[in-house]
């Protein structure tokens, strides 16, 4: 059937052979159109870690703000980033939501939840990082978003 269409599509032109060559042109725009089509798709991939990144320094921001409203403590790690849209209790220092399009803790563009972790910088100032374990979803596997700094 294959070869039959070859030929068809690649004979000359007459009056009798018209309706083939048509649907083989007809065929041919299909497939350059389906192309044209999946490319956006492709770009999307590359659009999710963007995304999330953006969605981190967001957050980010958020947690400058909370902690400008808390004498610069951040929240601890048991109370997390949900810290940042609800309440904790007996926190009268509470002025959120600080992330006010979020209803639960924010996640990545993969559904999975932005990892918190609070350090100690070198001046003694306690920080924290906010990161997305990546489109694999494990940790320590060099894909996570922004990328593991070495200290």
């Given amino acids: 059937m294959l070869r039959w269409l070859w030929q068809q599509l690649t004979r000359p032109l ?6 083939l060559y048509g649907a083989g042109l007809f065929l041919r725009l299909g497939f350059f159109v389906a192309m044209w089509l999946a490319s956006p798709i492709r770009g999307s991939r590359s659009a999710l870690p963007q995304a999330t990144g953006m969605q981190i320094r967001g957050v980010e921001e958020a947690l400058e703000t909370y902690a400008a409203d808390h004498d610069g403590r951040v929240p601890t ?3 997390g980033l949900r810290a940042l ?7 009268a220092d509470w002025d959120g939501p600080y992330l006010p399009d979020c ?4 996640c990545d563009a993969w559904g999975t939840p932005l990892r918190y972790e609070i350090f100690v910088t070198r001046n003694g100032k306690r920080s924290a990082r906010v990161w997305s374990l990546g489109p694999d979803r494990q ?9 593991r700094r070495s200290p």
Avoid: Y
Avoid at 85 to 91: F, G, I, T
Avoid at 103 to 106: C, W
């Fill in 103 to 106: 209803s639960e803790a924010p």
């Fill in 14 to 19: 007459t009056i009798r052979s018209g309706f």
């Fill in 139 to 147: 940790p320590d596997t060099g894909d996570e978003i922004p990328p």
């Fill in 77 to 79: 790690p048991e109370i």
């Fill in 85 to 91: 849209v609800e309440k904790p209790a007996e926190d």
